[in-house]
């Protein structure tokens, strides 16, 4: 039986992975929309979605439909956002539609989240196992 706390965490944690679905949406990629929260001390830090950067034009896939190389992943928009600001990720936890990729898990260690919620698997788990191996808790809740 899950206790009292358990069940206030997780319902916290299928909210705010409601929020990063609500978020991908904002996506302009085709291929893939992944939404991307970041919660500290009870309260969302930053938010980010996968796109192209600033000032670029928003399709995200070339004629061909892969996807444009400069394309920035949710985590890593939403690490950024959090960069640019004055707060930090230090102990944080992080909400995703989509388990990261290798290079968003090195971004997603170093920021200092040590936290890792998400609903669906990345076709490569390499960023996931390596999370795991660094010590952050990582989290798959598949039915919010």
């Known amino acids: ?37 970041i919660v500290k001390d009870d309260a969302i830090i930053s938010d980010g979605y996968n796109g192209t950067p600033a000032g670029f034009d928003n399709c995200c896939e070339t004629g061909d439909g892969d996807t444009h190389w400069y394309v920035l992943h949710a985590e890593a928009n939403a690490i950024l956002k959090v960069a640019k600001s004055t707060n930090n990720c230090a102990g944080s936890t992080l909400y995703l539609t989509l388990s990261p990729c290798k290079d968003c898990s ?33 989290v798959q809740i598949q039915e919010i």
């Open 106 to 138: 090195k971004l997603i260690l170093q920021a200092g989240i040590k936290r890792l919620v998400y609903r669906t698997h990345y076709r490569d788990t390499v960023g996931v196992d390596f999370l795991q191996e660094a010590g952050i808790e990582v």
């Open 1 to 37: 039986m899950i206790e009292k706390s358990e069940q206030k965490q997780l319902r916290y944690d299928k909210a705010y992975l409601r929020m990063a679905d609500t978020w991908a949406e904002l996506s302009h990629c085709e291929r893939k929309k992944v939404g991307a929260i």
